[in-house]
C-alpha cells in the first residue's frame, strides 16, 4: 500500500525565487491538504484540494497557491519566498470527505530560504 | 481565534511507566481529535483518532475526550524509549469539509531506559 509520497526532500531557494512542491497522495486517496511546519511550532494549515478545487484555505498570503490533478496528486506554488517561508512543508491526504476524517502526512519537504 | 494547548514539555518518565498527555482546545463545537507522533526530523504519524466522549484504547495507547471539558489525552502504557518523540494534538475546525485540522505545539516526551 504506497503512503503518501513528496517531492523533493529538501530544497534550498533565495529570497525572491519560486518554489513548486509536489505531492502524491496514498493509494485510495483524493484529497490533499497542505501544511506549513515551523521549527518548534505544529503544522499550520495552508489549503486543501479535493475534486482539482481548493475547498478550504488557511490564513496565508496570495503568494501560496495549489493545483490538485486529475490523478490526485497535487503541487504547492510558492512565489516572492521570504525567509520566513523556511519550514518544513508537509501535504496530508486523505478520503472525500465525508467518507472519514484522518488525514495522513507524507515525509515532507524541507525549504531554506537564504 | 481557534485554539488548541498543549504542555510543550519535556515530559520525561521511566521505561515501563505511564506517560500522560495532556490537550485543551477553544472550538467548543469540535468534533473530531487527533494525536501524531512526530520523531526529530520526520513528518508526523497519526497514532490515534476519536470522535465520541470516553476513552479509546489501541494497544498500548488509550485516547480519552472530555467534550464537556474541552479536554482530550493520550496515555501510553509501558513507556518505551522508541516512544521518545513530540506528541501533537490536533482538531478538526468545525464545519470544515474534512479539516483544516488545527494543531497544538507538541509535547515532547523522554522515556529514559
Known amino acids: 500500500d504506497a503512503g503518501v509520497t513528496q517531492s523533493p526532500t529538501h530544497l534550498i531557494k533565495t529570497r525572491g525565487q519560486q518554489v513548486t512542491l509536489r505531492c502524491s497522495p496514498k493509494?485510495?486517496?483524493?484529497?490533499v491538504s497542505w501544511y506549513q511546519q515551523a521549527l518548534g511550532q505544529g503544522p499550520q494549515f495552508i489549503f486543501q484540494?479535493?475534486?482539482?478545487?481548493?475547498?478550504q484555505r488557511g490564513n496565508f498570503p496570495d503568494r501560496f497557491s495549489g493545483h490538485q490533478f486529475p490523478n490526485y496528486s497535487s503541487e504547492l506554488n510558492v512565489n516572492a519566498l521570504l525567509l520566513g517561508d523556511s519550514a518544513l512543508y508537509l501535504c496530508?491526504?486523505?478520503?472525500?470527505?465525508?467518507?472519514?476524517?484522518?488525514?495522513?502526512f507524507g515525509p515532507g519537504t524541507r525549504l531554506t530560504v537564504t | 481565534q481557534k485554539e488548541v494547548e498543549q504542555n510543550s514539555g519535556p515530559l520525561s518518565v521511566p521505561e515501563g511507566a505511564i506517560a500522560s498527555l495532556n490537550c485543551t482546545y477553544s472550538?467548543?463545537?469540535?468534533?473530531?481529535f487527533f494525536w501524531y507522533r512526530q520523531y526529530s526530523g520526520k513528518s508526523p504519524e497519526l497514532i490515534m483518532f476519536?470522535?465520541?466522549?470516553g476513552d479509546k484504547e489501541d494497544g498500548r495507547f488509550t485516547a480519552q475526550l472530555n467534550k464537556a471539558s474541552q479536554y482530550v489525552s493520550l496515555l501510553i502504557r509501558d513507556s518505551q524509549p522508541s516512544d521518545s518523540a513530540t506528541y501533537l494534538c490536533?482538531?478538526?475546525?468545525?464545519?470544515?469539509?474534512?479539516?483544516?485540522?488545527?494543531f497544538g505545539k507538541g509535547t515532547k516526551l523522554s522515556v529514559k531506559p
Open positions: 484540494y479535493y475534486e482539482e478545487e481548493e475547498r
Open positions: 493509494s485510495g486517496h483524493d484529497t
Open positions: 490536533a482538531v478538526m475546525v468545525r464545519g470544515g469539509s474534512q479539516g483544516n485540522l488545527i
Open positions: 476519536i470522535y465520541s466522549n
Open positions: 496530508a491526504s486523505s478520503r472525500k470527505p465525508g467518507q472519514s476524517y484522518e488525514q495522513y
Open positions: 472550538d467548543r463545537g469540535s468534533q473530531s
